[in-house]
Structure formats: structure tokens, C-alpha cells
Nanobody, 120 residues
């Protein structure tokens, strides 16, 4: 069974860069047919898709966050990483990583989520 685990600091000072890593077990991030995505949920709001890196390393970022988002991966560690620069308190959210099917776009496996608070 595929498992995903987010890791990173719970508190980030503005306007620093938020860095999160998702470690995947039970499956390879280079397996075709899947992309590896980041999603967040601000307090009291719905889910917001951030972007993904697919099995080949190609990335796609949400237009609303593209200028501040960097996605990368370490295939030797089976990890993928999100960096969000110039954070503000509006970036406070629970951040999730998930596996997404390339064909149907459904996220079938999720990490438990990690709370990130942006505050000085």
C-alpha cells in the first residue's frame, strides 16, 4: 500500500520560504501513470491545488501560485518537495501531498497533512 508523509517546519516567518518534503513508501515516484501533487487547505476554506510533479519530473503549478512555487524531487530517496517563497499569513494552511492519476486526475492516496503557520 502506498503511503505518503509530509515533513517540514510548522512555523515560518514572513517573508521566508516554506519548504515541505513528502516521503513516499510502497510505490515509486517514477512509476508511470501517476503524478505527485501538493494541496493545501487554509483555515475555514476549501482545498486549494498547488501543483504537481509527474513520474518523468515534469512539473505544473497553479497559475495563482506559480511565481512563488518550486517543485522538485529526489528519486534516490523517493521524495518530492514543495518550496513556496515570500510567504504571508495567507499561506497558513494544512498542506497535503497526494498521489494523482495521470489519466483521471483523482488523488487516491494522501498524506495525513501538516499544519504550517506563517507568523512573525
Amino acid at each position: 500500500q502506498v503511503q505518503l508523509q509530509e515533513s517540514g517546519p510548522g512555523l515560518v516567518n514572513p517573508p521566508q520560504t516554506l519548504s515541505l518534503t513528502c516521503t513516499v513508501s510502497g510505490g515509486s515516484i517514477t512509476t508511470s501513470s501517476y503524478s505527485w501533487t501538493w494541496i493545501r487547505q487554509p483555515p475555514g476554506k476549501g482545498l486549494e491545488w498547488i501543483g504537481y510533479i509527474d513520474y518523468s519530473g515534469t512539473t505544473y503549478r497553479s497559475p495563482s501560485l506559480k511565481s512563488r512555487t518550486s517543485l522538485s524531487r529526489d528519486t534516490s530517496k523517493n521524495q518530492f518537495t514543495l518550496q513556496l517563497s515570500s510567504v504571508t499569513p495567507e499561506d497558513t494552511a494544512v498542506y497535503y501531498c497526494a498521489r494523482m492519476g495521470v489519466i483521471n486526475g483523482d488523488c487516491d492516496y494522501w498524506g495525513q497533512g501538516t499544519q504550517v503557520t506563517v507568523s512573525s
